[in-house]
């Protein structure tokens, strides 16, 4: 073969080498460059999937509070045993907000719970007497009592264990440990009128007075308790908690058993669950000594029935 042959197929063979090499390395780059949107801009990276994302309920109720106990207020002990029937029939007016909140990532959560109650009773009465010929005597009084109850709960919950069943069922237990604030007052005022008139001589007058006196107790509880969920099925659960509390640090003692089931059904992004149960809230707490002696050692138990949302 010719020297000149044998030099133009080594030139080929580097050639189609080289350009291989210089084709493979920009493929190579090309891969390692972060990929463009439609304007030529670098699209940001997707991010990884939250395996444990935060969910949250919020929880709206009703609960038929029945009383049981006795009241202290200025020295005076006044037992009370009241049904949710007769708080109802007896008072003028009734307001109430309940609400129940919670979130959790994994095994880690937190909750708030608020109750406040307002009770308004009133009383008009009206005398009249006529002790000589042509003298007449009225009075009329108007009593009113207000009271407001305040219970709201902030804490951290933990799941301690959870075992799994069948069908997407499982059991699992919470620690919670937070704070329950109490505020309890009422204030009462009477307002009266007293008149005469003697019409024979001509003498009429009259007397009006009023009177109000108020009384606030508040104190913070520290609590600890625990929390047992069973899931029977994805739409249906039931929830068992006891706690304790008090410790003398607020109140002597203060405790709490709920007992709740819910049904959950699924409705666009959000599921929406119905609960009911019963629940039942304890509490001894004095302050104060003889006619400044105040307190109560009441037992607030009833139904509850709600509607709630999941997310």
């Not at 080594?10 to 210089?22: G, R």
């Not at 493929?27 to 699209?43: K, M, V």
């Not at 919020?58 to 009241?71: E, F, P």
């Not at 994805?234 to 007992?259: E, V």
């Amino acid at each position: 073969m010719p020297p000149s042959i044998g030099l133009a197929k080594s030139l080929t063979i580097s050639v189609a080498l080289a350009t291989a090499a210089i084709a493979g390395a920009a493929t190579a780059s090309a891969d390692e460059q972060p990929a463009l949107d439609a304007a030529g801009r670098t699209a940001p990276a997707s991010a990884p999937l939250d395996p444990e994302p935060w969910r949250f309920g919020v929880t709206t109720y009703g609960w038929a509070i029945n009383i049981a106990g006795n009241l202290t207020a200025r020295g005076q002990t006044v037992d009370i045993n009241a049904s949710f029937i007769d708080l109802v029939q007896k008072s003028d007016s009734l307001l109430a907000w309940m609400s129940y909140f919670e979130a959790d990532k994994g095994r880690v959560g937190f909750y708030g719970d608020l109750v406040w109650t307002r009770l308004g009773f009133s009383r008009s009465t009206a005398a009249y007497r006529n002790p000589l010929p042509g003298l007449q005597l009225s009075a009329t009084a108007n009593a009113a009592l207000v009271t407001d109850l305040v219970i709201a709960e902030l804490g951290g919950l933990y799941e301690v264990h959870r075992w799994s069943g069948s069908g997407g069922s499982f059991t699992a237990v919470d620690a919670l440990l937070g704070f329950r604030y109490w505020n309890s007052s009422a204030s009462v005022s009477v307002d009266a009128l007293a008149t005469a008139n003697y019409a024979a001589l001509g003498l009429s007058g009259s007397r009006q007075f009023g009177v109000s006196l108020s009384n606030t107790m508040q104190w913070v509880d520290p609590l600890v308790g625990l929390r047992l969920r069973h899931q029977f099925t994805p739409h249906q659960n039931i929830m068992l908690r006891g706690d304790i509390g008090g410790f003398g640090l607020g109140s002597q003692l203060t405790w709490q058993a709920l007992g709740v089931y819910s049904y959950e059904w699924q409705a666009d992004r959000v599921r929406i669950a119905a609960v009911a149960g019963y629940r039942a809230i304890g509490v001894n707490y004095s302050t104060g000594s003889g006619f400044d002696a105040n307190g109560l050692n009441l037992v607030f138990h009833g139904p509850v029935i709600g509607i709630g949302l999941r997310f």
